[in-house]
C-alpha cells in the first residue's frame, strides 16, 4: 500500500507513454493515495521520423482510448490535473486534433464537464524561415545549417516546448491540460513549479518519472511510478506492490538517453547533477536531494521538422552458405552495380537507394560491430527506396532475381541463394520520410507562439 499525501508535498503519478498500457490496480493505488497530477507522456523522436512527416499515431487508437478512460477517471475521482505532452506521438496539429477528438469523446462518455487546456507547438514555414533569416536558429547535433530546402519540403515542423506554455495555461485552471511536442519532464514539472516548488528538483523529478515504472525493478512492460515532490527534496516509489525502486534503479534512469551524465539540457537551461544524492528512503522507495536547474541567458527549444523521401520496398531473405557470407560484402557492391547497369536508361541510381541490413554479420552495430568472426547463417533485409512506388517495386525485383541466383567463388550449386520466408517476395512498405529539421530555435520569450485554446467538454 502506498503512502497517503502529507502535506507540503505535491504527488504526481506518471505514465510513460499513452496507449502502451499499464495496470488498472496501481492508478486505483496512486488514486487511493492521493495525487495532484496525472502525468502522461505520449510521444517521442525514437520511432524516427515516419510519424512526425505523414501525420499518423504512433500508438493504437483504441489503446490510446483504453488508457484515457481510466486516466479520466483516475481524474475525475482525484480532482488532479492531467497533463498530457507530445499528442498523438509526434506532437503536430494533426496529432492534437485526433487525441482530442478522442479525449471528448471519453469525457462525454463520463458525463462530467472538464475544462481542457490545448497547447499547439506545430510552427509555420514562414515563421521558420523568419527566424532563419534572424538568425535565431542554430545547428543542433547534425552540426548541418538549415536551408530553405529543408523548411519548404517538410510536412510538419513543430517546436519542443518546455514548461512555460504549460504553466501559462494552467493559469487558467484547466482539468486536463493537452500539449503539442513537449520536452518529456516538462509535462510533470510544469505544475510542481507553477506551484512554487524548486525548479531543479522538479524537473529532475520529471526526468526520472517519465517513463513511468521503467526506473523500478523488476524492469518490465508498462507501469506507473510514483513521485513526492517537496521542498528540499523528491521521493519516487512504484505503485505496484510487488515492485520497489532502488538507489541504483533510480541513479541509472537519470542517465537515461542522455549522453552527459552532469548536465541535462532543456528548453531554457539545464538541470546540474553535480551536488544530487540518491539515497533510500525505505523498502520501495528512493529519497533525491540537491538538483539544482541553470537557466541561460537565452532561451531555446529544439525544433523537429519531416519530409517525404520516398516509397519502400523491402526483400527478407535468409542466407546459409558459409561461402556467400564470406564474399557478402563483395556481393553487394557488384549487385549494385549490376541493378545499375540493368535499369540504366530507365531509372537513374540517384532515384532510389539500397541498404542492406545484414542481421547475423552487423545488423544492429553496423559499422561500429566490433565482434567480426561470421556466423553460420544471416538474415537480411533489403531496404529499396525510390522516388516513386513503380521505381522502388522495379528495383526490388532486380534486387531479388540477381541475389537469388548470384554466383561467388567456390559455388557449384544451381539452385537459389537464398531462403526466402514470404510471398509475396518483395513486399511494398510505404511511404518514407527523413528529419529535415533537427535544430535549436531562439525566442525572445519563454512564451512566445505557445498560447493555449480552452474549452469545456461535457
Known amino acids: 500500500m502506498l503512502n497517503k499525501r502529507s502535506s507540503g508535498e505535491l504527488v504526481v503519478v506518471a505514465h510513460g507513454m499513452l496507449g502502451y498500457g499499464f495496470p488498472e490496480a496501481s492508478l486505483d493505488a496512486a488514486v487511493d493515495a492521493g495525487i495532484d497530477l496525472i502525468a502522461v507522456d505520449a510521444g517521442s523522436t525514437d ?84 527566424a532563419n533569416a534572424e538568425g535565431r536558429i542554430s545547428a543542433f547535433e547534425t552540426m548541418a545549417a538549415l536551408t530553405e530546402e529543408d523548411i519548404g519540403s517538410s510536412t510538419h515542423i513543430v517546436a519542443q516546448i518546455g514548461v512555460e506554455p504549460i504553466i501559462a495555461a494552467l493559469k487558467d485552471d484547466p482539468d486536463i491540460v493537452l500539449c503539442g511536442r513537449a520536452w ?10 507553477a506551484r512554487g516548488y524548486d525548479a531543479g528538483l522538479s524537473i529532475h523529478a520529471g526526468k526520472i518519472l517519465e517513463c ?59 538541470s546540474d547533477l553535480r551536488q544530487a544524492r540518491f539515497e533510500k ?56 552495380a549490376r541493378v545499375a547497369n540493368f535499369l540504366s536508361g530507365r531509372i537513374a541510381p540517384k532515384q532510389y537507394r539500397i541498404v542492406f541490413h545484414r542481421y547475423g554479420i552487423d545488423g544492429v552495430m553496423r559499422e561500429l560491430e566490433p565482434v567480426k568472426t561470421l556466423p553460420h547463417e544471416v538474415g537480411l533485409v533489403i531496404d529499396i527506396v525510390g522516388e516513386t512506388k513503380e521505381i522502388a517495386a522495379t528495383v526490388a525485383g532486380c534486387v531479388r532475381s540477381l541475389l537469388l541466383h548470384w554466383s561467388y567463388p567456390g559455388r557449384v550449386a544451381t539452385a537459389g541463394n537464398l531462403a526466402l520466408p514470404f510471398s509475396p517476395a518483395e513486399m511494398p512498405a510505404g511511404p518514407v520520410y527523413e528529419f529535415s529539421v533537427y535544430h535549436l530555435m531562439e525566442l525572445r520569450n519563454p512564451g512566445e507562439r505557445f498560447g493555449y485554446q480552452l474549452e469545456t467538454i461535457q
Not at 184 to 193: S, T
Not at 238 to 262: N, R
Not at 296 to 317: C, H, M, P, Q, T
Open 184 to 193: 518529456d519532464p516538462g509535462n510533470i514539472a510544469a505544475l510542481p513549479i
Open 212 to 270: 513511468g515504472a521503467q526506473a523500478a525493478l523488476p524492469v518490465e512492460g508498462s507501469d506507473l511510478l510514483l513521485g513526492r515532490i517537496r521542498p528540499n527534496e523528491f521521493v519516487v516509489e512504484p505503485c505496484a506492490v510487488h515492485k520497489q525502486c532502488t538507489v541504483e534503479s533510480v541513479a541509472a534512469h537519470t542517465l537515461y538517453e542522455k549522453t552527459d551524465p552532469i548536465l541535462l539540457p532543456g528548453p531554457g537551461g539545464r
Open 281 to 336: 528512503a525505505d523498502e520501495r522507495s528512493v529519497r533525491v536531494t540537491g538538483s539544482r536547474f541553470e537557466r541561460d541567458s537565452v532561451y531555446r527549444v529544439k525544433l523537429e521538422g519531416a519530409r517525404f523521401a520516398g516509397w519502400r520496398n523491402l526483400v527478407i531473405a535468409g542466407i546459409r552458405d558459409p561461402l556467400m557470407i564470406a564474399n557478402l560484402q563483395a556481393i553487394q557492391t557488384d549487385l549494385a
Open 47 to 130: 520511432p524516427g521520423p515516419f510519424y512526425l512527416g505523414s501525420g499518423e499515431t504512433f500508438c493504437n487508437p483504441q489503446m490510446v482510448r483504453r488508457d484515457l478512460e481510466l486516466l479520466v477517471d483516475a481524474q475525475i475521482r482525484s480532482g488532479a490535473k492531467m497533463i498530457i505532452g507530445s499528442a498523438g506521438g509526434a506532437g503536430t496539429d494533426t496529432h492534437l486534433e485526433q487525441t482530442l477528438s478522442i479525449l471528448r469523446d471519453v469525457i462525454g462518455r463520463k458525463k462530467r464537464p472538464l475544462k481542457v487546456a490545448t497547447i499547439s507547438s506545430e510552427i509555420s514555414k514562414d515563421d521558420i524561415r523568419r
